[in-house]
């Protein structure tokens, strides 16, 4: 749909419609034996400041808190946001209703982390998004970020179908629970999640590692890190 047709939805809009549905099933998934959480409290660095991109309801904002003095995250959804501040609010956190591509460096600072997960397949063509994510991280700091692999073969009519239950049997294989299953399929049957993944970029793994090496160079290809998920990290020069 495009932006100028009447009452065309943003990707913000879409995500609030799902806000409520898309955090019972994150919650779920984070009760998992091997929660991305912990993934992260072994593997991110410490430090001062740290970005949260894309935040939604703040479910890893919050295990950010616990390794950085102070942490920003934002997120285009209200609605998500809301549901942050509600529930997931800490000492130490900001959480703005902000998009990505209105940061930068002279408005926000650098920091020492900026984290994205399973959002910047959302912002657009790698080569764009990626240097100005790169921009927001302080010298020396750190740029994590966690995309869905792209497992659907294009133009299939019934692909959303494909993608869901996909995803079920991944909620079942990391919690063991088949109701969480149920969610994530009642998630991704939403039409308003359709009508997301259709404005998204997900990458192959092939293209994932061509992309970000070329944006990023020295960037590591993390595999493994999430069932379904693919991690790159990379390093910017200290000065």
Partial sequence: ????????LTLADLYDGVAELYDECSAALEASRAPFSTWMSAHLPR?????????GAGRHTTTLAELFDEVL?????????????????????TYQVRDALDMTPEKDGTFDLVFAFSCVFLMGEPRQILPHLAALVAPG???VIS????????????MQADLAFKFARVAYDVTGRVENSVKALKLFMHEN????????????HTEFVREYSAALPGVEILDDVWPGMQTARWHKPAV
């Avoid at 749909?1 to 065309?8: C, G, Q």
């Avoid at 999640?193 to 192959?204: A, D, M, V, Y």
Wanted: aromatic share 2%; hydrophobic share 30%; with cysteine.
């Fill in 1 to 8: 749909m495009s932006s100028t047709e009447p009452n065309a």
């Fill in 47 to 55: 430090g001062k400041r740290a970005l949260d991109i894309g935040c």
């Fill in 73 to 93: 995250g934002t997120d285009p959804a209200p609605t998500m946001i809301d549901i942050a501040q509600r529930d997931r609010a800490r000492p130490n956190v």
């Fill in 141 to 143: 700091g750190t740029l």
């Fill in 147 to 158: 995309d869905p692999e792209n497992m659907i073969e294009p133009d299939r009519p019934d």
């Fill in 193 to 204: 999640w359709g009508r997301i993944s259709e404005q998204s970029t997900k990458l192959s």
